[in-house]
């Protein structure tokens, strides 16, 4: 617990356990009395009992001295024959505790919900050349509440060449397995699904505030040392952050050629989603600086619409995460504040929420062409808005969202578990039917089904059932393979037309699917990932800058001359967007393979070519397919500091306490939240 009521549990609740109330002020120096006061009442008997034993005959003494004797012996033997079975009764009446089969009438305390699993993943033996974890290491990691690295940022950086890449696939895999005897909760064809951490669901009822994962923080470590490549990435990131505090400070985004700026909701939103990368990269000159603008100019008292999804993930997760780093409760009042002004978006006839929010006035309207919402941003605030309410102990924000979710699961108009892109805020019905993809306007819908089951410890069922149903739709309508190079891809359908069109958002999937495979889901899906991501890599290094255009379509019949990728003149543009170096960071942290650090340092090195600004920040470009003219669009989108440069650094690292995935999940801006331990 954290506020005070949190605090007065956690004071009394060893206490408590026992049935015994905490010692009373002044305990001490009551002790303290009585001991003074047995040591004179010695003094003043010493003399009388020496006197008494002096008057006895030598054969009383002797008596006396002999039945002491007797007693001693007595004594002894009867500890040895008591207390070696006492001892066997205490171990075996422990570990019949677990195995006592169920007596008709009598409950045990802590019965198994399911039978113990037979297998653990079925799965896992089709695929033998496949290790979706590296050989697990001794066991580091503790269960329960997340215990963060999260260090202040450090403020010398020592470069390191040399790194170790075993260290980073150190996971606990064989200390859950072997703790997981007593905790399946279903099974998806053939794999065992558990919750391997205990962590309780997120029920409705929230009753205590809980503290930053900060401050539970123990075990520190020696800070593992920073490589070249990091480096690099804070040398861009200091780059970025000056164009931006030069130019744009306080405002949204950069617009680093014309050295000025662009609102989006006036809400200083670069400044926000960046606040947890310096965090982690350490940059702590530039974290205080950016705090003192949150404390002193930050209002969302203002007259303003914003967008319910994008304030959500990049405000809201931003302040919500570096709450969670630094352990500053600053960050909790502001994600607190602008939590409560989104919250006017739920006010539909059907729950599902709005797209715009005015947070000064409290009102909130879909967009001025029609009463839709898109599905990927309804199905996408609900990590944020879950740990709102955990933190503050107010469930209002997780009923909220979770009613969205529930809502969703039960529709009808998806495709073996795919999504239309958009739904109705009066009917509640999805609407445009029959077009799918894991693009824009559907893509963090998938990415949440998983994110969500692991926030809350692997136990909400309806979300991991959608999330594998959906990877199933995947596989049957969507996936196809390029010519020349037999690359897998995730396509459209669109009302029963396949389309090898795919977005570079789309990229977000091998990432969730590694993370699937690293939480006990079918291997399966680590296979596919490893597909994908070798195909995210081509849309860079098939295209002139070496980097990726926003959207691409696949050739789908060998022509010469042709590659794999073609591009559209409409669609040659690139954003800066994080989605493949995220997922590199997921392939990395799982396998160990050094070639995803090698593939995401390749594009760090063609950002730095292709839009880095001399004055100061990057710049979104126009065409990918231009190095000589890659038409510089004069833009930084506020993700490239809160995402893009984030994943880059945690991919470079190998320290796999930075960000621990079995202790954090990202949101789909890059934001770490805890997952959730026992209350
Ligand atoms: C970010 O705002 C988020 O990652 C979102 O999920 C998708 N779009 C951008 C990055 O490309």
């Known amino acids: 617990g954290g506020g005070a009521p949190g605090a007065s549990a956690a004071g009394t609740g060893r206490w408590g356990c026992l049935g015994l109330r905490p010692p009373a002020a002044g305990w001490g120096s009551a002790l303290g009395s009585a001991r003074v006061a047995a040591a004179h009442g010695w003094g003043l008997c010493r003399g009388c009992w020496l006197g008494k034993w002096k008057q006895l005959s030598r054969l009383q003494r002797s008596v006396i001295l002999f039945l002491f004797a007797f007693l001693a012996v007595c004594g002894v033997v009867s500890y040895t024959s008591v207390g070696e079975p006492w001892k066997s009764l205490t171990n075996k009446s422990s570990e019949e505790q677990r195995s006592e089969p169920e007596v008709p009438g009598l409950k045990l305390a802590n019965p198994a919900v399911l039978p113990a699993p037979q297998k653990a993943d079925a799965n896992l033996g089709a695929y033998p050349e496949l290790s979706p974890q590296k050989p697990p290491k001794p066991p580091h990691v503790r269960r329960g509440p997340p215990n963060l690295q999260i260090r202040p940022p450090r403020r010398d950086v020592r470069p390191k060449t040399h790194h170790d890449p075993s260290r980073a696939v150190e996971e606990p895999v064989q200390t859950e397995k072997e703790e997981k005897t007593e905790k399946s909760v279903i099974s998806w064809r053939g794999a065992v699904i558990e919750p391997d951490q205990s962590t309780e669901p997120p029920s409705s009822k929230i009753k205590e505030p809980e503290k930053p994962s900060s401050v539970e923080a123990e075990d520190e470590k020696e800070p593992v040392p920073i490589n070249d ?46 606040l947890d990368t310096m965090w982690i990269l350490g940059l702590k000159e530039e974290f205080e600086e950016a705090r003192k603008w949150i404390a ?22 931003g302040l919500l995460s570096t709450y969670h780093l630094s352990g500053d409760s600053l960050f909790l009042e502001k994600a607190k504040d602008i939590g409560n002004r989104l919250m006017p978006a739920f006010k ?32 996408s605030i609900q990590l944020e808005f879950r740990e709102l309410s955990r933190l503050t102990g107010d469930e209002k924000f997780q009923k909220a969202v979770d009613e969205v979710m529930k809502h969703v ?41 998983l994110k969500q089951w692991i926030q809350g410890g692997k136990k909400e069922n309806e979300l991991l059932e959608d999330y594998m149903r959906a990877i199933e739709g995947v596989k049957k309508h969507l996936l196809q393979r390029s010519q ?26 091998p990432g969730t699917l590694a993370l699937g495979a690293h939480n006990g889901l079918t291997a399966d ?5 490893e597909a994908l991501i070798e195909t995210c890599y081509q849309m860079y290094v098939q295209v002139e800058t070496g980097l990726s255009p926003e ?80 038409e510089p669009r004069d833009k930084m989108e506020s993700f490239f500091l809160g995402e893009t440069l984030k994943y880059m650094f945690l991919l470079f690292s190998d320290d796999i306490d930075l960000i621990n995935l079995d202790k954090y999940v990202f949101n789909t801006e890059a934001h770490p939240l805890p997952i959730w331990a026992p209350a």
């Open 484 to 509: 020349p190079k037999q690359l897998t891809f995730v396509g459209e359908l669109a009302h029963g037309h396949f389309s090898a069109k795919m977005d570079h958002l789309v990229c977000f999937l």
């Open 296 to 317: 002193n100019e930050l209002v969302f008292d203002k007259n303003v619409d914003v967008n319910l999804f994008e304030s959500t993930i990049r405000i809201l997760g």
């Open 348 to 379: 539909t006839p059907s729950k599902i929420p709005y797209s715009d929010v005015n947070i000064g006035r409290g009102t909130a309207h879909p967009p001025r062409w029609t009463s839709d919402s898109t599905v990927a941003e309804v199905t």
């Open 525 to 529: 899906h680590m296979k596919l990932a």
């Open 229 to 274: 490549r990091q480096l690099a990435v804070i040398e861009a990131f200091r780059h970025a952050w000056k164009g931006y505090k030069d130019f744009a400070w306080g405002h949204d985004e950069l617009k680093p050629l014309s050295k000025s700026y662009s609102e989006w909701f006036g809400l200083g939103l670069t400044l926000i989603d960046a």
């Open 409 to 449: 699961h039960t529709l009808s108009g998806k495709n073996d578990g795919l999504v239309p892109m958009f739904i109705n805020t009066n009917s509640g019905q999805f609407t445009h039917l029959g077009v799918y993809t894991l693009g824009a306007r559907a893509d963090s819908y998938y990415e949440y089904l």
């Open 551 to 630: 959207i691409v379509h696949f050739n789908l019949h060998a022509q010469k001359g042709h590659k794999d990728v073609e591009i559209k003149p409409a669609d040659r543009h690139n954003l800066l967007r994080p989605e493949t170096v995220e997922s590199l960071f997921y392939m990395y942290r799982f396998t160990g393979d050094k070639k995803y650090q090698d593939w995401g340092w390749e594009i760090l090195q063609n950002f730095n070519k292709y839009t880095r600004v001399p004055t100061g920040g990057y710049t979104s470009i126009n065409n990918v397919q231009n190095p000589s003219n890659p």
